[in-house]
């Protein structure tokens, strides 16, 4: 198993670009969850899903879209990017109702100039 | 609102000082509390579920325990390896997300 993978590793984006962070896990997890993290802040949610074709909103959403048409992937865009988005953005899976349990990925370090 | 609030902030510790994290929660109802580490320019890495008050886990150095108003991770006999930040997050039975605190970066010096 992979378990949760984020491409790309790092990414410079100039103001006003727009962008798609990718997540994908292989274990068939049904919960999934998009997480920036920021110097003094903590992780802060963004946006979930508790299935395909399910999500809902986090503390921080505005910006960002996610959509989840397979159990597999959950990709996390930047409509517009803005320098307030620069952080480092991390995916996470679980099994919803066994344990919650979060397996994260490794991470997405996000600049904007 | 839910909250959780760690403290200290930072703690440096000689290999085999034991020493305690504190991990203050507010929530509506605790579903379940959670001990995470996180090494430098990693993703967080599963340590501990907690559920009641009362409840204790252990791992190796790590012990995490729980009462109605805060968990405490214990570490005896910490080694240099030990050297990570320390998350702790709660989940309520009305919501499907996590709050997460801002951490306890441990430093332990041999």
């Known amino acids: 198993n992979a378990g949760v993978t984020q491409t790309p590793k790092f990414q410079v984006l100039k103001t006003g670009q727009s962008m798609t962070l990718q997540c994908a896990q292989d274990m068939n997890h049904e919960y999934m969850s998009w997480y920036r993290q920021d110097p003094g802040m903590g992780l802060r949610l963004i946006h979930y899903?508790?299935?395909?074709?399910?999500?809902d909103q986090g503390e921080v959403p505005n910006g960002y879209n996610v959509s989840r048409s397979t159990t597999e992937d959950f990709p996390l865009r930047l409509l517009s990017a803005a320098p307030s988005q620069t952080s480092v953005y991390f995916c996470a899976s679980s099994q919803r109702e066994i344990t919650y349990e979060q397996y994260f990925g490794p991470g997405t370090r996000l600049t904007v100039t | 609102e839910d909250q959780v609030t760690q403290s200290p902030e930072a703690l440096r510790l000689q290999e085999g000082e034991s020493s305690s994290l504190n991990c203050s929660y507010t929530v509506s109802g605790l579903r379940g509390l959670f001990w995470y580490r996180q090494d430098p320019g990693k993703g967080p890495e599963f340590l501990f579920t907690?559920?009641?008050a009362g409840e204790e886990k252990e791992k190796e150095r790590l012990k995490a325990t729980l009462t109605k108003k805060e968990s405490f991770l214990h570490i005896t006999a910490p080694k240099p390896e030990d050297s990570a930040t320390y998350l702790c997050a709660v989940r309520g039975w009305d919501t499907d997300k996590l709050i997460f605190g801002t951490g306890t970066r441990l430093q332990v010096f041999p």
């Open positions: 907690l559920y009641s």
């Open positions: 899903s508790v299935g395909a074709g399910i999500t």
